[in-house]
């Protein structure tokens, strides 16, 4: 198992925001576990990616991240980027209130120097309870917390919202028989 700095990735709370709550602040201070079927890092050279391939899963605190292939930048000693894809790249995180959210697409990028996720690719970003965006294409930027989202040439962005009181629906009236 390959050990990187806690401070490296932080991605799914960044997916979460957009949904009105916050991922769960202590998992930013949880060591963060990688887990992959290959790596090709350098030690010496940090303009050289360090790539984790064949199946590369990621954990920090209940952050859960899975992609086929993660390519991680570095400048300084500190990550800057981090590029995940695949077949989709799944994650999911709780939230401090105690929910939960998840996200698939094809790609995610997440640029830490503008404190920027970009979802691409079948993008899905759900925080069961409170709601959920689809699109081809969606940004968020973690300093303003603002959402973008978009299609690739006809597409669309779909989102639905729940309502804040939910109550439980009632069940209808039993008809009633007979003439």
Known sequence: MNRIP???LFLVAA???????????SDRNQPLDVDAGGSDCSVSDER???LLTSGVTITQGTLEIQATR???RR???????????????KMKQQMDDGGWVDATAAQAD???TSDTVVLTGNAVVNQPGQGKIE?????YNMSTGRVQGGGEGQGRV???FQPRNQTPAQPAPAAQGGR
């Not at 400048?75 to 790249?89: A, D, H, K, T």
């Open 48 to 50: 050289l990616p360090c």
């Open 6 to 8: 806690a401070a490296s």
């Open 70 to 72: 993660a390519d991680l």
């Open 75 to 89: 400048s300084s000693g500190e990550f800057q980027r981090v590029i995940l894809n695949g077949g989709p790249v």
């Open 110 to 112: 997440y640029n830490m």
């Open 158 to 160: 779909r989102m639905q």
């Open 135 to 139: 699109g081809q294409r969606i940004v």
């Open 15 to 25: 997916l979460a925001v957009p949904m009105g709550a916050a991922a769960k602040s």
